[in-house]
């Protein structure tokens, strides 16, 4: 009897997951994505069958191995590389400092576990001469650094090449010189580069044409680890640019794998574009596609065309429910759920699961708009129909004591629900909303509230559009305020204003103080629900 086919649905990390790095280990397939400001940095998920995908590391969570204190939105962890070698795992990764004016500042790392869970090491600074850093572990045990070299100077093309350097590992640096091994294609913008040794070739991919609707994925080749690297006659393998009617838009930014099942499957960056403008809030997204090798050596997509599917049928078969991704945060036990981030840092004292059994209470901290300090605990966007609630205790002094729940793009880009204090009205309920760095209220002076009793709050997504809700307990929610433009929390309402971001809409709770920083709100659960089909 024939085993039915397990189908994929694209893409298999929705939200906020992109730049991925897919490695196998045995049975078992890791796949890690950039975090940018959010803190813990890098995602790891795992799965068996590659249809199920579950989160089960954050190998940066110390400051000693990340500090994103002060860096500017979309600065922070970009591309890591997950690889695997003689019982170690190596996490390759940037932490952008500066992608602002003539020069990028772009130190690159390394930092190594025995298993996927870590205790993963302090990091050892390898370079800074480009992002997108991706560690090679030849056959005859050499190990090679690649990424992208930036050129500052106006008259250079910035994205000037791919880079290799040795990594000793006795050393624990890079050694030998450094050479550029290709230049790239007329796409432009040669970036994300990873190295494969495959029959009699040396492969490098690449993605190239920027991270938005023109990009790509280029291969090329060489019978030599140093080149010279041929291009695929026939352009980029997979590549959205020339299809808008795709689902999946911006396809590009890929690695490879060899499945278990003698298969090969690429995970690659992609997009959903809603609405008139085409603007993703999602973010960047992480899909899966099986590809194969030609008879004469090249990289294929198995769905004979150059553009990603949306499905994709194993032929291992097994079960396609997707996964789940709801989440209950009720407070109640030693750790917070490994989905909620917060901004540049840990929280450390600014959250407390001990204070009150049973509730989070956030320290009052800076504002959303700092980049320093800020008390938000968000869970990223992965559903165009979802809801994110919150129950909270906060009894405010004056204006400058404000908790509750937000709809948070970065700094620039956000709606935030938040009970506070009017010097009139007493306790009220606000509504702060920021559009490209232009604030308004909304609501004005604010809703009354009762000076004592929980606030209930949600928000619910529409696709294109949001609304607030609130409740005073133990009465039934009522919508309060406009409805919302959800995708100015996009990377694409920033890029038509010549701004390039690259991360994706997050819904959570905060607590700000801007008098003495000491203020507490109390939390009793968080809860992210997917809507679509309900």
Known sequence: MTERPAIVQNPILPGFNPDPSLVRVGDDYYLATSTFEWFPGVQIHHSRDLVHWELVAHPLQRLSQLDMRGETPSCGIWAPCLSYCDGTFYLIYTDVKNNRGLMNDTPNYLVTAPAVTGPWSEPIFLNASGFDPSLFHDRNGRKWLVNMLHDYRPYKNTFSGIVM?????????????????FGGTSMGCTEGPHLYRHGDYYYLMCAEGGTGYAHG??????????GPYEPDPNGPMLSSRHMPWAALQKAGHASLVEGDNGHWYLAHLCARPVG???????G??????????????????????????????????????????NLHEDFDGPFISPHLQSLREPLGNRADLTARPGWLRL??????FSHYGVSLLAHRQQS???????????????????????????????????????ETLGRVLTMIRTRQGESDLPLGAGIPLPEEGDVRLQVCTRKETAHFF???????????????????????AYEEIGQMRFTGAFLGIFCIDLDRYEKSADFAYFSYTETEGL
């Not at 994925?217 to 140093?226: D, E, I, K, P, Q």
């Not at 008139?276 to 999602?282: N, S």
């Not at 320290?363 to 959303?368: A, I, N």
């Not at 509750?404 to 009970?419: K, P, R």
Request: glycine letters at 6%.
């Open 284 to 325: 960047r997204e992480t899909a899966l596609q099986e590809v194969y090798f030609t008879d004469d050596g090249w990289l294929r997509m198995k769905n004979g065309t150059d553009y990603p599917a949306e499905k994709l049928a194993l032929p291992t078969g097994g079960d396609s429910t997707p996964t789940c991704r």
């Open 217 to 226: 994925v280029t291969v090329a080749r060489s019978h030599t680890l140093f």
């Open 384 to 422: 165009f129909y979802c809801q994110a609630e919150t129950r909270l205790s906060f009894a405010p002094d004056h204006f400058q004591h404000l908790a509750g729940l937000t709809y948070f793009y970065d700094e620039l880009n956000h709606i935030s629900l938040a009970v506070t204090r009017h």
């Open 470 to 492: 609130y409740a005073v307990r133990p009465g039934p929610l009522t919508a309060i305020g406009p409805e919302l433009d959800a995708t100015l929390l996009s990377d694409d």
């Open 363 to 368: 320290r009052g901290g800076q504002s959303l």
């Open 276 to 282: 008139e403008k085409r603007r993703c809030i999602l």
């Open 165 to 181: 350097q040795e990594y000793s590992e006795q050393e624990k640096k890079l050694i030998g010189p450094r050479r550029v091994i």
